[in-house]
């Protein structure tokens, strides 16, 4: 099995900056593309950022230049930087890694329990 267990969230003021961490553990062979969604409430799901093996980065327009992915293969962990926070960022945060747990096993995607980031104006 595996686990992802996120850290990291919380409440901030505008302006002000928040480091989202995603540790995966369990059976893991391989990690493919590691990223982080979001939830507003009413609002769907929507993709922040993700970030490949070889570490080539997708970010949505609303958090290009403010928010940078980062992982740590040895770690098997992502990280969220989140500078210039709005309240529009405000949501619950979800940590989705797609990963190998065997050699020929398929690639399957796994997902965090979510974090709640809130940001005050």
């Known amino acids: 099995q595996v686990q992802l267990v996120e850290s990291g969230g919380g409440l901030v003021q505008a302006g002000g900056s928040l480091r989202l961490s995603c540790a995966a553990s369990g059976s893991i062979f391989g990690i493919n593309v590691m990223g982080w969604y979001r939830q507003a409430p009413g609002k769907q799901r929507e993709l922040v950022a993700r970030?490949?093996?070889?570490?080539?980065?997708n970010y949505a327009n609303s958090v290009k230049g403010r928010f940078t992915i980062s992982r740590d293969n040895a770690k098997n962990t992502v990280y969220l930087q989140m500078n210039s926070l709005k309240p529009e960022d405000t949501g619950v945060y979800y940590c989705?890694?797609?990963?190998?747990?065997?050699?020929?096993?398929?690639?399957?995607?796994?997902w965090g329990q979510g974090t709640q980031v809130t940001v005050s104006s």
């Open positions: 989705n890694v797609d990963l190998w747990s065997a050699a020929y096993s398929p690639l399957s995607s796994y």
């Open positions: 970030i490949t093996s070889i570490r080539s980065t």
